[in-house]
Every structure is written in structure tokens, then in C-alpha cells.
């Protein structure tokens, strides 16, 4: 088992990226989080926004993670409307009480990000070790490398972890 675990909600896979290419670099264990319903075109996009805007629970299948077993679980979101989306805040809701220490990532396309961030500390509870915003183009152009070196390199000291220098790309 890895001191380190990355539980992620993607919709357009934005984040799945982001959470795949953290988990290389810091030698991480990955969870997604599992819509029960599809969020697909049109129909699923609008779904998303009435529940994020109502605040609404999402239908999720939960990653089965022993969180206790972590020394930090970074937990990733995208943006939805300025909020963190409906999957994660479900997922943070029903968690928050036994998480560890936290790290925060959030991906967004516009704006938003910095209220994303601290709803993630408010529903976790907790002042996260690091959080990260990223936008889209940095992720689509795959020019945050950079970034997500330094994030990583925060989370693995929280966690106690020796990192390969360099670490991998």
C-alpha cells in the first residue's frame, strides 16, 4: 500500500488526467468516483448543473478506499457552475469524517477555481496540505507539468515519502 491515495470525479476526463499523471509522479493509489447515472450529452450536462446549482446529492458509486490507511488522500474535482461538482461534494459528505490530512486539485475551463478550493476544505473540514487549480488548456497543451511537480512534491513530504529526482514526466 502507497501513504498516498487520489480520489477523482471526471466528466469530460479533464481530471482523470490530471489525477493519472499525479499518480505517476508520486507513486499514488488512484479511486474514481462512479456516476450510477450517465452524465452523457445534453441531457447528463444539464443534470449536472441542476444539482450542483440545488446542491443537490449526487447518485454515486463510492471508490471502495480504506482512507485510514493514507497518510494524505488528494481528493479532485472539476469545476461546475463555480462550485465543486455534485460527485465529489456526495463523496466528501459521506467521508469527510475519516479522511487524513488533504490535498485539493481542481480543473476548470473558465473560472471558479478558487471557490471550488475552499468548498473542498469546508466539506473535507480539514486545511488541505496543497491544492492546485488547473486549467483546461494547460492540461489539453500538457503544459502543467511544472505545477503538478511542485504539488507533488508537497504532498509526498506531508506524506513522508522520498521522491526519485527527477521525477518521471
Known amino acids: 500500500m502507497k501513504p498516498v ?3 477523482y470525479y471526471t466528466r469530460t476526463g479533464n481530471t482523470q488526467l490530471v ?10 493509489d488512484l479511486f474514481p468516483i462512479q456516476d450510477a447515472r450517465s452524465r452523457r450529452g445534453v441531457l447528463g450536462f444539464l ?3 441542476w444539482e450542483v446549482l440545488r446542491q443537490r446529492e449526487a447518485q454515486i458509486v463510492a471508490p471502495d478506499v480504506a482512507l485510514g490507511r493514507y497518510r494524505v488522500v488528494v481528493v479532485a474535482t472539476p469545476v461546475w457552475a463555480s462550485n465543486v461538482s455534485s460527485p465529489v461534494s456526495t463523496w466528501l459528505k459521506r ?7 488533504v490535498a485539493f486539485v481542481c480543473t476548470y475551463g473558465g473560472s471558479g477555481a478558487e471557490s471550488v478550493l475552499k468548498g473542498l476544505a469546508n466539506l473535507a473540514g480539514k486545511v488541505p496540505v496543497a491544492q492546485l487549480a488547473l486549467r483546461e ?3 489539453r497543451r500538457a503544459t502543467c507539468g511544472e505545477k503538478l511537480d511542485e ?11 522520498s521522491l526519485p529526482s527527477p521525477m518521471p514526466a
Do not use: N, W
Not at 467521508?95 to 490530512?101: G, I, K, M, T
Not at 504539488?151 to 515519502?161: E, L, N, T
Open 151 to 161: 504539488f507533488g512534491k508537497i504532498i509526498a513530504v506531508a506524506a513522508g515519502m
Open 95 to 101: 467521508s469527510a469524517a475519516a479522511l487524513p490530512d
Open 5 to 7: 491515495a487520489i480520489v
Open 19 to 28: 489525477a493519472h499523471e499525479l499518480a505517476q509522479r508520486i507513486s499514488a
Open 137 to 139: 488548456t494547460e492540461i
Open 47 to 49: 443534470r449536472s448543473l
